[in-house]
């Protein structure tokens, strides 16, 4: 069974910094790519970053720059440096099970096929 957890989340101040997790079972995290997607109140899920299998990264605009997503292969966990946090950044941030290899479109949720519950993240000003 495929399982995807997330955890890191909390209550930051503006300016500050939070590392998220996702630990990961069930398939071979390896040779799948990745993503983080957020869900701000009241609007729908936006993809944030995904990395490849070969470790190749991307960004969207809104987080370029201030947040860097990472992976262990070792121990099958993903991550997400996020700094210079901003109250526009509080969101429910979910990791995502992509394809094989590389992500085609980030955009399209369609591209993951497993979910975590989630962990909020909160930015007061």
């Known amino acids: 069974e495929v399982q995807v957890v997330e955890s890191g989340g909390g209550l930051v101040q503006a300016g500050g910094s939070l590392r998220l997790s996702c630990a990961t079972s069930g398939f071979t995290f390896s040779i799948y790519a990745m993503s983080w997607v957020r869900r701000a109140p009241g609007k729908g899920p936006t993809w944030i970053s995904s990395?490849?299998?070969?470790?190749?990264?991307i960004y969207s605009d809104a987080v370029n720059g201030r947040f860097t997503i990472s992976k262990d292969k070792d121990k099958n966990t993903m991550y997400l440096q996020m700094t210079s946090l901003k109250p526009e950044d509080t969101a429910m941030y979910y990791c995502?099970?992509?394809?094989?290899?590389?992500?085609?479109?980030?955009?399209?949720?369609?591209?993951?096929?497993?979910w975590g519950q989630g962990t909020q993240v909160t930015v007061s000003s």
């Open positions: 995502a099970k992509g394809p094989l290899g590389t992500i085609g479109d980030p955009w399209n949720l369609d591209e993951y096929d497993s």
């Open positions: 990395i490849n299998s070969d470790g190749t990264t």
